[in-house]
């Protein structure tokens, strides 16, 4: 069988994972530069090597209260399909597992706000 690496992090006690083919870097917490008229979940920018990159509060867009900054609080920059930077503020980073397909449950689809 296939496996794959994943990434997990924590969110409100439950851990969910990333390819880690997608993870570009993984940062503690700086402040972001707040963007204007932006929604609720949507932190702001941070500069990272010349390139400004969207920070989303991802507790928030799953509808969970928002992130309490703390020691072990994170920012996992990832890459979308075009290769374009996004990062999500995550609670913990746990560890990297190798899955199989059988290993891993579908996502499930949150509505957009």
Do not use: H
Request: hydrophobic residues 40%.
């Amino acid at each position: 069988m296939d496996t794959q690496e994943f990434l997990s992090f924590i969110l409100e006690n439950d851990e969910y994972g990333v390819p880690i083919l997608d993870v570009r870097e993984v940062r503690g917490w700086s402040c972001v530069r707040e963007v204007p008229n932006s929604p609720d979940y949507m932190k702001g920018v941070l500069e990272i090597r010349g390139e400004y990159v969207p920070i989303v509060d991802l507790r928030m867009r799953f509808s969970l209260p928002p992130a309490e900054i703390n020691s072990t609080t994170v920012v996992i920059v990832l890459n979308d399909p075009n290769m374009q930077p996004l990062g999500i503020i995550v609670d913990a980073v746990s560890e990297v597992y190798d899955l199989t397909d059988e290993d891993i449950k579908p996502s499930l689809m949150w509505r957009e706000a």
